[in-house]
T-cell receptor, first 114, second 113 residues
Framework: GAGVSQSPSNKVTEKGKDVELRCDPI?????LYWYRQSLGQGLEFLIY????????KSGLPSDRFSAERTGGSVSTLTIQRTQQEDSAVYLC????????????FGPGTRLTVT | AQSVTQPDIHITVSEGASLELRCNYS??????LFWYVQSPGQGLQLLLK??????LVQGIKGFEAEFKRSQSSFNLRKPSVHWSDAAEYFC???????????FGAGTRLTVKP
């Protein structure tokens, strides 16, 4: 079956603009995760959804970042008033939920803020 | 601070040589443990995972890892490296067994012919 998909694959935006990143999880996966991977860095946890609710938003770096998930499926990560330090690869993963579990990752969206 | 540590940022090995990538964590409980691989331009792929039971786990592509509780370690090994193993390797820990995973900074593996 299809894996996790993300769009766009690449996004270049000007500083101060808003961007939306989309994640389509594997069908039937109830849990969805967003991570950020900056150049030469590990993965930074941003937010986790179980169904449409986000029990853990602790990783969002500032109030410019928000995320939502509708219908227990697609999720959108929105970054308002982008800054150059937001440039990174944004990775989405999904899992069946429950424990133990395995996360399946999408290919990522490379965001460049100029 | 609680963390996941991969002490080696970059490792170079010759093709056919053995490999060990280190991972240590500083959470108190016994977490769920994972190793992921990220090839250039690719998403992360799960190599193996440890939840409980036998502390030596086998994964895909000939990799294995051993959980050592006394050392809070989960090192990844492969007896004979192939050129296609060149990639970035991430150790990940779910410290409270609740879907909240934390990643190490990664180790980049270069394979010499």
């Amino acid at each position: 079956g299809a894996g996790v998909s993300q769009s766009p694959s690449n996004k270049v935006t000007e500083k101060g603009k808003d961007v939306e990143l989309r994640c389509d999880p594997i069908s039937g996966h109830t849990a969805l995760y967003w991570y950020r991977q900056s150049l030469g860095q590990g993965l930074e946890f941003l937010i986790y959804f179980q169904g449409n609710s986000a029990p853990d938003k602790s990783g969002l770096p500032s109030d410019r970042f928000s995320a939502e998930r509708t219908g227990g499926s697609v999720s959108t990560l929105t970054i308002q008033r982008t800054q150059q330090e937001d440039s990174a690869v944004y990775l989405c993963a999904s899992s069946l939920g429950g424990v133990p579990y395995e996360q399946y990752f999408g290919p990522g969206t490379r965001l460049t803020v100029t | 601070a609680q963390s996941v540590t991969q002490p080696d940022i970059h490792i170079t090995v010759s093709e056919g040589a053995s490999l060990e990538l280190r991972c240590n964590y500083s959470y108190g409980a016994t977490p769920y443990l994972f190793w992921y691989v990220q090839s250039p331009g690719q998403g992360l792929q799960l190599l193996l995972k440890y939840f409980s039971g036998d502390t030596l786990v086998q994964g895909i592509k000939g990799f294995e890892a051993e959980f050592k509780r006394s050392q809070s370690s989960f090192n990844l090994r492969k007896p004979s490296v192939h050129w296609s193993d060149a990639a970035e390797y991430f150790c990940a820990v779910d410290p409270y067994n609740n879907n909240d995973m934390r990643f190490g900074a990664g180790t980049r593996l270069t394979v010499k012919p």
